[in-house]
């Protein structure tokens, strides 16, 4: 089955960093660009970034390029996103996506002390 | 950033009705390449995104016709024929065109 499934989402106190993870099956992982996205619980819709199919070169929203990174490892159909000094504003639904075509479940963050 | 604006925010719809939504853009979406990389969405409760139309008219796989999209330039619009219940969510217009991708404040589809 063609599928994406995020994890490591969870409460994060702010200034902490939360590494979510996202493991692609039923297509050649490492074909395709990937991308992050976040639904607020306001349910508004923002783009992370995406990266290119062999991890050469990422791209990111300017708003967010200091304290998120994506990476992906090609070997383990995995991609990531690295959230470092989360704020109470980064609290939302995480959502990985093969070219908007194809959506994890989403991953659940709250920053909060 | 590009800015869309979806209208109208809510829709009540009457089963077998038919709905509109409205996107527009603050900038054309038309790519260098003379694609348009404006996308049709629809959040049903509790589940992600499902991708129903893409560059602006094209049915995504398994989107019945029910479903169509058109437009250009700054002004799209999404049409919905005899609205069924498994339609009821929230419709989200998306830009790829320009960096970053931006989305549309969304459509809350609901039964009259």
């Known amino acids: 089955e063609v599928q994406l499934v995020e994890s490591g989402g969870g409460l994060v106190q702010p200034g902490a960093s939360l590494k979510l993870s996202c493991v692609a099956s039923g297509f050649t992982f490492s074909d395709y660009w990937m991308s992050w996205v976040r639904q607020t619980p306001g349910k508004t819709m923002e783009w992370i970034g995406d990266i290119k199919y062999d991890g050469s070169y990422t791209n990111y929203a300017p708003s967010l390029k200091n304290r998120f990174t994506i990476s992906r490892d090609n070997a383990k159909s995995t991609l990531y996103l690295q959230m470092s000094n989360v704020r109470s504003e980064d609290t939302a639904t995480y959502y990985c996506t093969r070219d908007g075509t194809l959506w994890g479940q989403g991953a659940s963050v709250t920053v909060s002390s | 950033d590009v800015v869309l604006t979806q209208t109208p925010v809510s829709l009540l719809i009457s089963l077998g009705g038919q709905a509109s939504i409205s996107c527009r853009s603050s900038?054309?979406?038309?790519?260098?390449?003379?694609?348009?990389?404006l996308h049709w969405y629809l959040q049903k409760p509790g589940q992600s995104p499902q991708l129903l139309i893409y560059q602006v008219s094209n049915r995504f796989s398994g989107i019945p016709d029910r479903f169509s999209g058109s437009g250009s330039g700054t002004d799209f619009t999404l049409k919905i024929s005899r609205v069924e219940p498994e339609d009821l969510g929230v419709y989200y217009c998306?830009?790829?065109?320009?960096?970053?991708?931006?989305f549309g404040g969304g459509t809350k589809l609901e039964l009259k």
């Open positions: 900038q054309s979406l038309v790519h260098s390449n003379g694609n348009t990389y």
């Open positions: 998306l830009q790829r065109t320009h960096n970053p991708w931006t």
